[in-house]
């Protein structure tokens, strides 16, 4: 199964370019979406989804036309936006089984099947009494895929899941995640580059509505090796070096400044070739359209 968007472009009537034509083929498995705030994640991830419309381009899951068959792709589609309320008074059992009925499963011995096959895939049996209300984030958010999951999905696209959650909510949360992944298409965006690294097959960068690179983790970070440089200077010297220098990102030390500059030769003047990680290829990404150095 693929999922391939094609010179999709999309103007809020506030005058924001959104997307502006972007072409892009995604495979089953996990796919990362990066970007800054404002970039158009939300807006690419809500087109897809069927929930709003775009000006121009198409979008096809294989060979159905998903801004033409909206109720098609609903069937098929899993979706968990980035802010989904939760009804604080009912169980997570009760709210699943609500959902099921939404979805037509009109039986109800097939329903309760269907809904404990769900908590348990989530980790939530032992709590299916306890009202959403009382969840933890991360709780919450494996509810939140649990219905995302109902009528097996083909189709999951997740908006930045793991925000608010603590390091070990979110490791089970992507362990989850992973396992859905192997037989569907999984879009994920997040903040948070390097778990693109980890969990992702393939992954996208934009920037103000553009598509600014497609990939592989792994390979764009070897693409990158040997050409990135680190060096730790005082914070009164960053404008020298951010003059001299194609300098990528920066990180306060103890009162210094730890850069990372770009270079296709040798830096010499005391830089050291840094191991790349995931974050050098998002940062020196953007940085042709954002100024990411600010002290
Ligand atoms: P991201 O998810 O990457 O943060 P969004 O898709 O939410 O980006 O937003 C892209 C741009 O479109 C931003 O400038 C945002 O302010 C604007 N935008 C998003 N939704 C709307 C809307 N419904 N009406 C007008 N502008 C919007």
Do not use: W
Not at 74 to 95: C, H, K, N, T, W
Not at 220 to 232: C, N, Q, R
Not at 274 to 284: G, N, T
């Amino acid at each position: 199964m693929q999922l391939k968007i094609q010179s999709l472009s999309k103007t809020y009537p506030n005058g924001v370019r959104a997307l502006r034509n972007i072409s892009l083929t995604i495979n089953q498995g996990m796919f990362g979406l990066l970007g800054p705030n404002g970039a158009g994640k939300s807006s690419l991830m809500r087109t897809i989804a069927t929930l709003q419309e775009a000006d121009e381009g198409s979008i096809f899951l294989d060979d159905l036309d998903v801004l033409k068959n909206k109720e098609q792709v609903r069937q098929i589609l899993g979706y968990l936006p980035q802010d989904f309320g939760v009804y604080p008074r009912i169980s997570a059992e009760q709210m699943l089984d609500h959902i099921a009925q939404l979805k037509g499963i009109g039986k109800k011995s097939e329903r309760k099947e269907l809904v404990s096959a769900l908590l348990e895939k989530v980790n939530l049996t032992k709590d299916k009494k306890k009202n959403l209300g009382t969840y933890s984030g991360g709780m919450k958010q494996r509810f939140g895929i649990a219905q995302s999951l109902m009528g097996s999905p083909k189709l999951i696209i997740v908006d930045e899941p793991t925000a608010g959650l603590d390091p070990a909510e979110r490791n089970r949360f992507y362990n989850l995640l992973s396992q859905i992944g192997e037989n569907t298409i999984v879009i994920l965006s997040t903040h948070i580059v390097e778990d693109v690294r980890t969990l992702c097959s393939d992954f996208a960068i934009i920037c103000e509505g553009e598509l600014m690179y497609t990939g592989q983790p792994d390979a764009a970070v070897s693409e990158l090796e040997g050409k990135v440089y680190s060096k730790t200077i005082k914070k009164e010297d960053m404008q020298e070096y951010r003059d001299k220098y194609r300098v990528i990102s920066t990180q306060l030390k103890g009162g210094n400044l730890n850069i990372r500059a770009y270079s296709e030769t040798d830096l010499g003047d005391g830089f050291i070739t840094a191991p790349v990680i995931l974050e050098d290829v998002y940062f020196s990404t953007i940085a042709e359209k954002v100024d990411l150095v600010t002290l």
